[in-house]
Each structure stands twice: as structure tokens, then as C-alpha cells.
């Protein structure tokens, strides 16, 4: 069982395995439903990270899932990943988790059950920590290992963050360093820092748990996590969804200290490529390092946040409050030009 590696079965590790946002585009463009829902407020319409349905008084159900192939080779940490990454999108929406429940795919004439049962273990601990049950789940049989959530939320209607909701002027700051995708990569290919692999783990098992209170805050006007899509991808929901530009920063955005030395090394995952295929005419000229870092496939990443510049001092504040990190990366502006996002 310890010389077994999980990210051997994996096709596409972590969110690096989600279907490119173009190829996604597709899949959607002729399932809408003809039928309206009232009460649905948030669903496939504003692509944002998860849906929420008005139950009355003013409270809503917030519902999402997310499942991918290993990232990482201990089975328990692959477990607690997972787990992270799916309640990400309640609190990403504003919201408190309420529940889980596990979604598994698993290959037994590879891999022994009991191996499945320390994946189970390893999300049951991030649901406590999230103080939420495990309730249940599904399994299936498959070629490969997959395990994710289904989680359910709640939260006040009027501090629903979607992702298409930001306004001109305001500014956009990060929770986590971005980078995930070149570690994980280069972990694969045997070159990565033990101390860049710590930092990744740390990074993908950490809760964004203050996503319920910075929306409090009024003038937090638009938040998402950073998943699959790379920072650009989901920056560039944000901003079309908006009606706005996006300019990024390059040199504040925050990364995973050996992240250049990994694009040196070519160490780059298969998810970048098709990040950049599926939304880089809708970019301003990137160079090779900037396409590598900026449309890095992340496993639960931080949280984008679009603020009112009036609203800074409070979020500091919280942040200081809570110990999480932010970093200000760029803002959002009037459309103009070619181009929905500009790095400078």
C-alpha cells in the first residue's frame, strides 16, 4: 500500500482534469431548459460556482459538486483536497455549508478498497473541520479513481455573491497564491521542492471559510474561486459577466515560490494549454511565463474578490481579523478595446 502512487491513475490531476471552458461552452449551449423557475436565482445562466434556490424569508439553498482524478498520491490527503475544493463553492457564493455527501468512482482491480476508505477518511476530516456531516454518497466502479462532493449551503439572499454582479472601479484581490498546476507537474516529473509541495498541499486543504464573511461586507460586489480555469479564466467570467475589462497586474499576482523555475523546466500541465486554446483571444499578448502562471489549472484555490475601493479598509480589517491573506492584483474598467482582460 505506501509504494502505491495515486497520481498514476490520473489522466488529468485536480481541477487540471475539467473539461476546457470552450469545450464546456458547447457541451451547455443547447441543454437550457424551456421551462422557468422562479425561485432558481443562480443557475448555469451567470457560470458561477454553484446554484442557489429562494426557499422564502429570505434564505436561500445554496448547491454544488465537484469530483477529479488524484492530485496528490496519499490517499487521505487526495481525500481532504477534494473535500476542500467542493465546499470551496459554497462560501466562493457567500454561503454556509450545511452538508455532504461523496461522490466516488473506483477502480478495484487497481487499487484496494481500503485505500478508497482512507480517501473517505481524509474528506471526513475537512467536513469537521467545516463543522458539516459526511451524510452519505454513491459509488461507482471505473477505470480510473475519482472522488469529489455534492455539498448544500445556505444564506441570506441579500449577500448572494455571483460571479456576473461587479461593478466599474472596483478592484479585484486573491486569497492564495496561484501556482498549484506547475508544483503538482513537477512533483510528477520528480523535480519539485519538497518545501513548494508543503506549500501547494497547505494551499489546497486550506477552507475558505472567510468567504461567508467578506460577504458581509457591501461593497464586495463580485466572488469566485479560482479553480480549474486558471486566474485568467475565471477573471474573465467575472469581467464579461459584468459587462466590464478586466487588467491584471502580472507582477502582484501572488504565486508558489518555485513556480518560475518549473516553467523553465517545461513543467507545465496539459490544463494550460487548454485554458489558454479555449479564452486567449479574449486576452491581451501574454508572454510564455505569463500564459504558464496566469492560466495555471489551480485545485481549490483562493477566492477572487471585486470591491469597492471604499470598501478596502474593511477587508484588510477582516482579514487581519481572521489571519487569511489578500493580495490586490488588479481592477475592473470600462470595456474597451480588443480585449475583455489586459495584463500589464
Not at 14 to 23: E, L
Not at 55 to 67: E, H, M, N, Q
Not at 271 to 293: D, E, M, V
Not at 307 to 315: A, F, K, M, R, S
Amino acid at each position: 500500500m505506501d509504494t502505491i502512487r495515486l497520481t498514476q491513475f490520473s489522466p488529468g490531476a485536480g481541477c487540471g482534469c475539467k473539461i476546457a471552458p470552450k469545450d464546456l461552452e458547447e457541451i451547455l449551449k443547447n441543454s437550457r431548459s424551456q421551462k422557468v423557475f422562479e425561485n432558481l436565482l443562480v443557475g448555469n445562466d451567470s457560470k458561477d460556482d454553484a446554484a442557489v434556490f429562494d426557499i422564502g424569508d429570505g434564505r436561500a439553498i445554496v448547491s454544488t459538486t465537484d469530483f477529479f482524478t488524484p492530485i496528490v498520491d496519499d490517499p487521505f490527503d487526495f481525500g481532504r483536497v477534494a473535500a476542500t475544493n467542493a465546499i470551496s463553492d459554497i462560501y466562493a457564493m457567500g454561503g454556509t455549508p450545511l452538508m455532504a455527501i461523496a461522490i466516488l468512482g473506483w477502480p478495484l482491480d487497481k487499487l484496494p478498497a481500503e485505500i478508497a476508505g482512507e480517501v473517505i477518511s481524509g474528506a471526513r476530516s475537512v467536513c469537521d473541520a467545516a463543522n458539516i456531516p459526511l451524510a452519505g454518497g454513491h459509488s461507482i466502479s471505473s477505470a480510473d479513481p475519482i472522488f469529489g462532493l455534492a455539498v448544500t449551503g445556505l444564506v441570506d439572499i441579500s449577500l448572494v455573491k455571483k460571479n456576473n454582479s461587479a461593478t466599474e472601479g472596483c478592484l479585484l484581490f486573491l486569497t492564495k497564491p496561484i501556482g498549484i498546476g506547475l508544483v503538482t507537474t513537477a512533483e510528477k516529473f520528480g523535480v519539485a521542492q519538497e518545501s513548494d509541495k508543503a506549500i501547494a498541499l497547505e494551499l489546497m486543504t486550506t477552507l475558505n471559510t472567510p468567504g461567508m464573511n467578506l460577504a458581509r461586507i457591501e461593497q464586495v460586489k463580485s466572488m469566485t474561486d479560482v479553480t480549474g480555469f486558471g486566474l485568467l479564466g475565471h477573471a474573465l467570467e467575472m469581467a464579461q459577466g459584468s459587462n466590464l475589462k478586466a487588467v491584471i497586474r502580472y507582477d502582484m499576482v501572488p504565486r508558489i515560490p518555485g513556480v518560475d523555475n518549473y516553467i523553465k523546466q517545461e513543467c507545465i500541465p496539459g490544463g494550460t494549454n487548454r485554458n489558454f486554446a479555449s479564452y486567449g483571444t479574449k486576452i491581451s499578448p501574454l508572454t510564455k511565463q505569463q500564459t504558464a502562471l496566469l492560466c495555471d489549472p489551480q485545485t481549490s484555490g483562493g477566492l477572487l474578490i471585486a470591491i469597492e475601493p471604499q470598501g478596502v479598509d474593511e477587508l484588510k480589517a477582516l482579514a487581519a481579523k481572521e489571519s487569511f491573506t489578500i493580495t490586490e492584483i488588479g481592477f475592473l474598467t470600462a470595456k474597451s478595446g480588443d480585449f475583455d482582460i489586459e495584463v500589464i
